[in-house]
C-alpha cells in the first residue's frame, strides 16, 4: 500500500483529483480523541502502508502539536515523519493531496517526506481581507492598518511563496501569480465577493477553479473571519512527478533514507550543502525549474 499521509482536522482533506489518489488521514487533536484511540489508529496506518507522514503546520494548537510528538515518542517508530509547514490552511490542505498524489508513484517514503518542503514552494496561497489590523503573518504598513478602519475596505493578501498586500479597488493589480499552470482553490468566510474566481483566476491564467469549505484555522491565521481564503497549485501528477523526479536524490547518513534538498523529513539530518544541491532540470510542461526549489 502506498505511504500514508495524514493531516489534523477533516477540513484539511480535499476531495482526490482522479480516482488514483488516496485520501489523507485524519489525527485529531486532543480534544476530538484521546491519546490510547490515536495510538491504535496510527499503529493501524502503520500495519497498512509501512510509512505515516503527518503534516505539522506552524498554526497548529500547541496541545495538538505535542500530540503528535508524543505519539511517534510512545511508538518509538522510526517510520513516522512529522512535516513541519508554514502554509495558510487552505495551503496546507492543497499540499496535502499532492502528497497524496505522490504516493502512487514510484517515489520512497524520504523521497515524498522531503518533497513538501520543495512543492510548498509552488503554492501561491493568500486571501481577501474585510480588515487587516490584526494580520501579523503578512508585514502590514501603517497606511494599510488606517484604511482596515473602513466599513467598506478590502484588501488582496498574498502570504506564500513571497507576502504581498495591496488594496482592493477598481484600478488595483492582481497580486503577482504562478508562471506556469495551476488549479484555483477558494474558501468563503464572511466576506461577500467573488474576487478570487472573478478576477485573480483569469489574471492569474488558472486551468480550473473551485470552491471547498473554510478550514476551521483559517479565521485565525489570517486575523479575521471577514475573508476569502484563496490558493494555487499544480494539480498534475505529470508536472508534479517530473519536478520531484528531476531533484538529485541522497541518502540520510542518520536514517538511511532516500531525501532530496538539503534535510531528512523523517530524522530531520541535514546534508553537506555541496551535497544538496539538485541536479539541473527544465522546467516540466510550463512547471518551473526543480532547481529553483527553495
Request: hydrophobic share 45%; glycine share 8%.
Amino acid at each position: 500500500m502506498p505511504t500514508a499521509i495524514a493531516v489534523t482536522s477533516a477540513d484539511l482533506v480535499l476531495p482526490a483529483p482522479d480516482r488514483h489518489t488516496p485520501p489523507a488521514a485524519v489525527l485529531h487533536p486532543p480534544d476530538g480523541q484521546d491519546l490510547e484511540r490515536t495510538l491504535a489508529d496510527t499503529t493501524a496506518l502503520l500495519d497498512r502502508h509501512g510509512h505515516l507522514l503527518v503534516l505539522l503546520p506552524d498554526w497548529l494548537p500547541a496541545p495538538t502539536a505535542r500530540r503528535l510528538h508524543t505519539v511517534r515518542a510512545l511508538l518509538e517508530s522510526d517510520r513516522i515523519a512529522l512535516l513541519p509547514v508554514d502554509l495558510p490552511p487552505l495551503g496546507t490542505a492543497l499540499l496535502a493531496r499532492q502528497l497524496s498524489q505522490l504516493t502512487v508513484c514510484d517515489f520512497s517514503p524520504g523521497v515524498i517526506a522531503s518533497a513538501a518542503r520543495l512543492l510548498s514552494h509552488y503554492i501561491y496561497a493568500g486571501a481577501v481581507l474585510g480588515t487587516v489590523a490584526r494580520l501579523d503573518r503578512v508585514p502590514v504598513d501603517l497606511k494599510a492598518h488606517a484604511r482596515s478602519w473602513s466599513p467598506s475596505a478590502q484588501f488582496s493578501v498574498l502570504a506564500n511563496p513571497t507576502p504581498h498586500l495591496a488594496r482592493l479597488g477598481p484600478t488595483a493589480e492582481p497580486p503577482p501569480g504562478p508562471g506556469f499552470g495551476t488549479h484555483l482553490a477558494f474558501a468563503r468566510g464572511k466576506l461577500a465577493g467573488d474576487w478570487p474566481a472573478a478576477e485573480l483566476g483569469p489574471a492569474w491564467q488558472v486551468q480550473g477553479v473551485m470552491e471547498h469549505p473554510l478550514p476551521a484555522g483559517s479565521p485565525a491565521w489570517w486575523g479575521t473571519p471577514k475573508l476569502i481564503e484563496f490558493a494555487a497549485a499544480i494539480p498534475d501528477i505529470g508536472v508534479l512527478y517530473q519536478l520531484v523526479a528531476s531533484v538529485r536524490r541522497e541518502e540520510c547518513r542518520w536514517c538511511g533514507l532516500e531525501l532530496i534538498g538539503d534535510r531528512c523529513g523523517f530524522c530531520a539530518t541535514p546534508i553537506p550543502s555541496a551535497a544538496a544541491s539538485p541536479s539541473p532540470a527544465a522546467s516540466p510542461s510550463g512547471a518551473p525549474s526543480a532547481a529553483a526549489r527553495p
